[in-house]
């Protein structure tokens, strides 16, 4: 059934029928499209734009065809144009002319506007709850780990010494943001674009404050060439879900870094890891890379939206069909992908030992050194240099810095007596750092506090 028909006396050609279709991809709406359809079915009914019963019927049967689908008993039409015509064409088979009065007022414009919202509302929902359990995994792990020292990086060279309680709430971070950005995200997709028509609203008297209610929305849109027109929700969506990507992206990196030989830090469970077919010893990081690798295909789905949005005049055009595939797909992916990331984080094993001994070697209490020079009255630059001294000198002798004597430390700076050693332990360089945000024990109970708090306001 074609919605229409009427204008037209040729044929629409049936590879240019099958191009132009999005039931393909747009079946997965076949709920909200059915529950807004009811929704609107009970307005118009109550504004006396059709028969109560005949509101009541549209509504029993659409209610009906939502079970069928459920059921498995009605299969979505390949055919159809797009599942607004599907369930309309439904509709009418079942109910006739009743059936045929559901679009009074509406335009499949405003509707698949509707539907999106409803879709990306719920998709956000979904999503800021696989973040929370993230963000509680993150936090579990920063509780076990506030004092399991370990470099940090900078460069991808060893810096300084951290925890890795440290370094894992820094990906706390990131999430949260991610989290509040979603949040943010759902505010203004929460608003009711039904009631706009095609473009130009419409002359029934149709209640809006009541599908706004009915369909649970915190608002009504406030202009029906804005409202028709507006996939900034998508892209706002998809933008959000960018960065989740590349913060997941990142952290995998760190672990397929990690878990190599020359870093050892972790070791992946074998429930997240994959085999070679010819290399009988390897154990591969398949989950981490894949997800890095999903990363590209969010960010293509942000690219693709944007573009498509950013030549067209207003209002609806059907370049706008092409939302769907881009935000389903990176809605799917990053869905999956903090899954399989959960649990991959959930399974690995920290290497502690090989941690603490990493962040030993690399010079990583340099500053430290330089900060004890200080103390004693030199200005920063001169301790930098002595201390850059000692760590050449001590490079050429492959020796840790506090494994120089007094006497090879004195050539550099009279300055130097027996308390530089407890002074750049690396226990010590930790400890010292107790800013808020900082590696030190006491400014990671704070953190962890923080961490928690946060998460019991939000669940
Ligand atoms: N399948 C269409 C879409 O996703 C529905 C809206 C069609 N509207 C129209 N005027 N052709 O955008």
Not at 71 to 77: N, P, V
Not at 90 to 103: E, P, S, Y
Not at 213 to 239: M, P, Q
Request: hydrophobic share 40%; net charge negative.
């Amino acid at each position: 059934m074609k919605l229409w028909g009427g204008r037209f006396s040729g044929q629409t050609d049936e590879y240019a029928n099958k191009f132009h279709s999005s039931i393909a991809f747009d079946k997965r709406l076949y709920k909200h499209d059915i529950n807004g359809s009811m929704a609107y079915a009970e307005m118009l009914g109550r504004q006396g734009i059709i028969k109560n019963e005949e509101a009541a019927l549209i509504i029993k049967n659409l209610q009906e065809i939502l079970c069928d689908i459920e059921k498995g008993t009605l299969e979505i039409d390949p055919a159809a144009e797009d599942i607004h015509t599907f369930v309309e064409s439904q509709l009418v088979t079942r109910i006739g002319d009743a059936g045929k009065r559901l679009h009074t007022g509406r335009s499949r414009n405003d509707q698949v506007a509707l539907d999106m919202r409803m879709y990306v509302k719920e998709e956000i929902d979904g999503i800021c709850a696989l973040i929370v359990r993230l963000l509680e995994a993150l936090l579990e792990a920063a509780k076990n780990s506030t004092d399991v020292i370990m470099p940090g990086f900078t460069h991808l060279q060893k810096a300084q010494p951290v925890t890795l309680a440290h370094h894992i709430l820094a990906y706390f971070e990131m999430f949260r943001r991610d989290y509040e950005r979603l949040r943010g995200c759902r505010k203004r997709t929460d608003v009711m674009p039904l009631g706009s028509g095609a473009l130009a609203s419409t002359s029934y008297p149709l209640d809006r404050q009541f599908l706004k209610e009915r369909l649970g929305f915190a608002d009504i849109t406030a202009n029906s060439l804005d409202a028709v027109s507006d996939r900034d929700f998508c892209i706002e969506f998809v933008s959000c879900l960018s960065l989740v990507m590349m913060h997941l992206s990142r952290f995998c990196e760190e672990l397929i870094l990690w878990s190599t030989d020359a870093f050892a830090f972790i070791e992946i469970s074998d429930c997240y890891a994959t085999g070679s077919s010819i290399m009988p010893q390897k154990k591969n990081p398949d989950m981490a890379e894949l997800i890095r690798g999903k990363t590209g295909r969010v960010y293509g789905s942000l690219a693709g939206l944007l573009t498509m949005m950013k030549g067209l005049p207003l209002s609806y055009n059907k370049d706008m069909q092409e939302d769907k595939e881009a935000v389903f797909d990176a809605a799917d992916t990053v869905k999956m992908s903090l899954s399989v990331f959960c649990g991959m984080f959930q399974t690995l094993e920290f290497n502690i030992k090989r941690m603490y001994e990493s962040a030993l070697g690399g010079y990583t209490n340099a500053t430290d050194a330089a900060d004890w020079l200080v103390k004693k009255g030199l200005t920063f630059r001169e301790a930098h240099e002595i201390a850059g001294k000692l760590v050449l000198y001590a490079i050429k002798k492959n020796v840790r810095l506090e494994e120089l004597t007094l006497q090879e430390l004195k050539k550099e700076s009279e300055l130097f007596d027996d308390t530089f050693y407890e002074a750049v332990s690396v226990e010590k360089c930790i400890e010292v750092r107790a800013l808020p945000g900082g590696p030190s024990p006491a400014a990671m109970a704070q953190a962890i506090k923080d961490a928690q708090k946060y998460l019991e306001n939000i669940r």
